[in-house]
């Protein structure tokens, strides 16, 4: 009963059931992990996560062990829990799951690890980020790497600002802007890089970071001979605009010949 869709006339009864569950308490747990672990199935993971989120210290104990499981969704469905609970002493169980034959596996546990935001994980998410030749992997390593704000991310976030699928550079460069120093000390060494793309992605980061100290070297690429420069400039300090900001804006519009840039 307690797996069906709390809705219409039956949501009373299955709210019911998954109260009693609770009420049951280890013995509920039993029941359920691993025999209903399958994060494909909705109805069980509603279940679970009520369940679960009832019990949270006895629940985590109980799921731990199945990070290590054979069954792939068993693995998959023990990691979403435990991320739904806040559970960090996951992390070493989560950290073994990145280098699982199962890519899909690895994207979960490198998805809950961000969720978690446990800095101690960075160094071996930064590693994945480097190592893995998928996008998929790479995207959710770079958001999660992100999550935990952890300057270590920032050598492996910036080297994934070149040579890879769009998708890739912008969750890296996003990811960067939200490591405070240490994504903003990488951001102002892009201005001035040979390369116009990694230029771009240098004033996109220090305006998503909302950079006060770069206002200066944001303030000089208006006058940049590139208008597509000029244009990402103007767009990072109408992040953080005062009143002299504001003065060199009206000042640049009265010469600004690019219709984009005006």
Same mark, same amino acid.
């Given at each position: 009963?307690?797996?069906?869709?709390?809705?219409?006339?039956?949501?009373?009864?299955?709210?019911?059931?998954?109260?009693?569950?609770?009420?049951?308490?280890?013995?509920?747990?039993?029941?359920?992990?691993?025999? *209903?672990?399958?994060?494909?199935?909705?109805?069980?993971?509603?279940?679970?996560?009520?369940? $679960?989120?009832?019990?949270k210290?006895? &629940?985590?104990?109980?799921?731990?062990?199945?990070?290590?499981?054979?069954? +792939?969704?068993?693995?998959?469905?023990?990691?979403?829990?435990?991320?739904?609970?806040?559970?960090?002493?996951?992390?070493?169980?989560?950290?073994?799951?990145?280098?699982?034959?199962?890519?899909?596996?690895?994207v979960?546990?490198?998805?809950?690890?961000?969720?978690? *935001?446990?800095?101690?994980?960075?160094?071996?998410?930064?590693?994945?980020?480097?190592?893995?030749?998928?996008?998929?992997?790479?995207?959710?390593?770079a958001?999660?790497?992100?999550?935990? *704000? &952890?300057?270590?991310g920032?050598?492996?976030? &910036?080297? $994934?600002?070149?040579?890879?699928?769009? +998708?890739?550079?912008?969750?890296?460069?996003?990811?960067?802007?939200?490591?405070?120093?240490?994504g903003?000390?990488?951001?102002?060494?892009?201005?001035?890089?040979?390369?116009?793309?990694?230029?771009?992605?240098?004033?996109?980061?220090?305006?998503?970071? =909302?950079?006060?100290?770069?206002?200066g070297?944001?303030?000089?690429?208006?006058?940049?001979?590139?208008?597509t420069?000029?244009?990402? &400039?103007?767009?990072?300090?109408?992040?953080? =605009?005062?009143?002299?900001?504001?003065?060199?804006?009206?000042?640049?519009?009265?010469?600004?010949?690019?219709?984009?840039?005006?």
């Amino acid at each position: 009963l307690s797996a069906r869709w709390e809705v219409g006339s039956q949501r009373a009864e299955v709210l019911g059931a998954r109260k009693r569950l609770v009420e049951r308490g280890q013995a509920a747990l039993d029941y359920l992990i691993p025999a *209903k672990l399958d994060p494909e199935n909705t109805f069980y993971m509603r279940t679970l996560q009520t369940v $679960c989120g009832g019990l949270k210290e006895p &629940a985590a104990r109980t799921l731990l062990p199945h990070l290590a499981s054979r069954d +792939t969704k068993v693995k998959r469905a023990a990691a979403e829990l435990l991320g739904g609970l806040g559970a960090r002493e996951a992390v070493p169980g989560l950290l073994a799951l990145l280098d699982d034959p199962d890519e899909s596996v690895r994207v979960k546990g490198v998805e809950i690890l961000g969720r978690l *935001k446990d800095p101690s994980a960075a160094p071996a998410v930064a590693r994945l980020l480097l190592a893995s030749t998928d996008e998929t992997v790479k995207i959710i390593a770079a958001a999660s790497l992100g999550g935990m *704000k &952890a300057p270590e991310g920032a050598e492996a976030l &910036a080297a $994934c600002l070149e040579d890879q699928p769009a +998708t890739v550079r912008y969750a890296a460069a996003r990811s960067l802007s939200g490591l405070g120093e240490a994504g903003i000390a990488k951001a102002l060494a892009l201005l001035e890089s040979p390369s116009h793309p990694l230029r771009l992605h240098g004033i996109e980061i220090l305006g998503w970071a =909302k950079a006060e100290r770069a206002r200066g070297e944001l303030l000089s690429l208006l006058g940049d001979p590139d208008w597509t420069v000029r244009l990402y &400039a103007v767009r990072a300090l109408s992040a953080m =605009k005062d009143d002299a900001v504001k003065a060199r804006f009206e000042e640049m519009g009265k010469g600004e010949a690019n219709p984009y840039v005006r």
